[in-house]
């Protein structure tokens, strides 16, 4: 199995690329749940929310990370509570349609304007 910087498999990536191919935008946990609802279950040992979710959006957050890193994916502008939405850029749509099965024409276009922008790192 291949690995990427950010330690994810190819596997990881199509997961991602599937998720974000059908719903344009979402979160790092709404994908981790809709791709691996199973690990959902597990991390439950953690001290807290906050350590239970990392624990099990990791692997989907190293996915994305490299997906941003081929410009595959971008940052979306974020939801009230604070988390960062995802979606897929041209170019990722285009491998996501590999992903589905589907001829690109019927991929749409990428999602814009869903949350407010993502401030800049400083």
Do not use: F
Request: hydrophobic share 30%.
């Amino acid at each position: 199995m291949r690995r990427t910087p950010a330690g994810s498999s190819n596997n990881l990536r199509g997961d991602v690329q599937r998720v974000l191919g059908v719903l344009k935008v979402a979160t790092v946990e709404q994908i981790q749940q809709i791709a691996a609802p199973h690990l959902s279950y597990r991390h439950t040992d953690k001290p807290t929310p906050s350590k239970r979710k990392q624990a099990r959006t990791a692997s989907h957050m190293g996915a994305l990370s490299d997906l941003r890193k081929h410009g595959l994916a971008e940052n979306g502008g974020r939801i009230p509570g604070g988390d960062t939405l995802r979606n897929l850029t041209p170019m990722g749509l285009k491998a996501a349609s590999y992903e589905l099965g589907r001829p690109v024409g019927e991929m749409g276009n990428p999602a814009r304007g869903a949350g407010p922008p993502v401030p800049p790192i400083r």
